[in-house]
């Protein structure tokens, strides 16, 4: 058994690693689901190129799906903030729905191929390779290294637009550049996790270093620390009990979440954004 | 001198013999279905024990992974498979489990449909305009009971190869079951020989075999494609044809959506029989035998309505 836990386990660590992360910066713009509508218009693009003629998992399929991200990431970065009152939030939902239901169209021209394109979305952490552990962790390394180049331009472009602007920073050039790398992180993350294992890296080791501790780094170190404990918690439930791998994960997010908002409550002095 | 030689021998030897040393265990049989379950514990009998990887109710085409399936298959001397490309779920389970005796071409792997004379087998390119088409045919072989005694002597002979001190009792054990399902089928075509060429309505195309030993036409399926949900121009077109051709039942598997199948037995008055694929996927269909007794018994209610 341990053997076979072990490779969803090192796997968990990587999307950790680079989700919690990224989930900080994705809470601070208010854009939660950005990374539902990335997954989905990467699948859309797969879609298209199989309509086009380019069977899945060749360089062409995939240049397709990073173009339909990039153009993703286009869309983003020119919709930023409110506009009349309503958030960007609107436009990633929008966004959302309309792939979604524009891949159940295309869908139905192509059904030999449905089976292969809900993978796309729905990714089993039971199965990970460690040779997709390996790609995806040189991937995360390559966004991680730009990250951690740009950290002072992206992080004050998250927390503070107002003075990046004014520092003269072009928001618009880098918040393309941020969405395109978070694309390319969700595209794969999300074929092997799964559209609800990557949300909850993304958003829940976030939320509640967010809802505990103040500043980034504390932040980060809640974030990584209670994300490795919770995707243990969540591997162990699914080989103790036989429960499926992804869904058990989620779920133990799911405690880890309902925990951290009782303890905020109790102490409403706690962080005070 | 000789003793060297006989002792280098040996050694050589040692190797080949345990190479040669035929593998004799089957005491564990994995099943991808409980259908298949059931018939490789009749055939394997005492000698064996037999587990499912999967509930009589799910639906073959989707199964979930959890990690005790992988453990199921890392224990398993012999793996019993629907085959025909139905439970391809299970190929990554295989991966997954690391047991060279059931891998893909091992000792252990059994394709349950391989002496299955099969139907739907499309002839000349598969366009992927034809819906989830299976390429080696319609995998929903077991529903038709001759076959299970097919499936029973395919199991037989395999176990018989592995593990050759018990060959007789397999063999007679899938005898025993062949004659028996034989002999259950007379009685079940007795029951359905009143509607003998009588039309139906079914959702999944699951029942080609079943229909074709019973007599019944399969005058048009539910979903539009195999694995495509209908669209409301479908079921229009559906109920004109049941009306014009005089349609009798509708035969719907149990893990189908039952409002699609209600409204369309409204609007033309059909009776719907509702029944499971597999063994155990309603109380008291525990056997293969009283999986059949309750398909035939809904189609009974539904052609009498």
């Known amino acids: 058994m341990f053997d076979l836990m072990l490779a969803p386990f090192a796997a968990c660590l990587i999307l950790v690693g680079i989700h919690a992360y990224l989930g900080i910066h994705v809470l601070e713009r208010g854009i939660i689901f950005v990374d539902l509508a990335l997954a989905q218009l990467a699948a859309l693009g797969s879609i298209t190129a199989v309509l086009a003629g380019f069977p899945l998992h060749t360089p062409q399929s995939y240049v397709f799906s990073l173009l339909f991200t990039l153009a993703g990431a286009v869309l983003f970065s020119l919709t930023r903030g409110k506009r009349n009152g309503v958030s960007q939030e609107a436009v990633i939902g929008i966004a959302y729905v309309v792939c979604a239901a524009a891949s159940v169209l295309a869908l139905e021209r192509i059904p030999g191929e449905s089976q292969h394109i809900k993978e796309m979305l729905v990714g089993n952490i039971l199965f990970v390779s ?134 905020a409550s109790l102490k409403p002095g706690l962080c005070n954004r | 001198m000789l003793k060297k030689i006989i002792l280098i021998a040996a050694i050589f030897c040692l190797p080949l013999s345990i190479w040669a040393k035929p593998a004799t265990a089957v005491k564990n049989i994995v099943a991808s279905s409980q259908d298949l379950a059931y018939i490789a514990a009749r055939v394997g009998g005492r000698h064996v024990t037999v587990k499912s990887l999967t509930s009589g109710d799910e639906d073959q085409h989707y199964v979930e992974a959890r990690p005790s399936m992988v453990m199921a298959l890392k224990n398993a001397d012999v793996f019993v498979r629907i085959g025909m490309e139905l439970d391809m779920w299970a190929d990554a389970l295989m991966i997954a489990a690391k047991n060279d005796k059931i891998m893909r071409g091992g000792s252990g792997e059994i ?85 003998a060429g009588y039309k139906i309505v079914v959702y999944h195309d699951s029942w080609p075999y079943f229909a074709k030993r019973f007599n019944l036409i399969i005058a048009g399926h539910i979903e539009p494609k195999p694995g495509i949900p209908p669209s409301p121009s479908h079921i229009a077109s559906l109920i004109d044809m049941m009306r014009r051709e005089k349609v009798k039942a509708i035969l719907c598997e149990t893990y189908f959506n039952g409002k699609t199948t209600g409204s369309l037995s409204e609007k033309t008055g059909v009776g719907v029989a509702s029944a499971p694929l597999s063994v155990g996927g309603v109380r008291g269909a525990d056997t293969y035998e009283r999986l059949m007794d309750y398909i035939v018994a809904r189609l009974e209610e539904a052609f009498k309505k």
């Open chain 1, 130 to 263: 460690w040779r997709q552990i390996m790609e995806t962790l040189f991937l995360y390394g390559l966004v991680g290294v730009f990250h951690w180049v740009f950290r002072k331009k992206i992080m004050l472009i998250s927390s503070r637009p107002a003075d990046a602007e004014k520092n003269g920073v072009s928001i618009r050039w880098w918040d393309f550049l941020f969405y395109a790398a978070f694309g390319l992180v969700v595209t794969s993350s999300v074929e092997i996790a799964g559209v609800l294992l990557v949300f909850s890296f993304l958003v829940i080791p976030a939320f509640c270093a967010m809802l505990l501790v103040r500043g980034f780094t504390p932040r980060l170190a809640a974030g990584w620390t209670m994300g490795v404990f919770t995707s243990l918690a969540g591997i162990y439930a699914s080989a103790r009990f036989d429960l499926p791998t992804g869904a058990a994960i989620v779920c133990a997010f799911g405690v880890l979440a309902f925990a951290c908002i009782v303890i």
């Open chain 2, 111 to 195: 394709d349950a449909s391989a002496n299955i004379e099969k139907l739907q087998v499309p002839s000349g390119k598969i366009d992927m305009s034809m819906g989830d088409i299976h390429a080696f045919g319609n995998p929903h072989y077991w529903l038709d009971p001759q076959n299970a005694g097919v499936i029973a002597k395919t199991i037989a002979a395999r176990l018989s190869e592995i593990d050759s001190a018990n060959a007789q009792d397999y063999n007679a054990n899938a005898k025993a079951f062949g004659e028996e399902t034989a002999a259950k089928l007379r009685v079940w075509q007795k029951r359905l020989e009143p509607y």
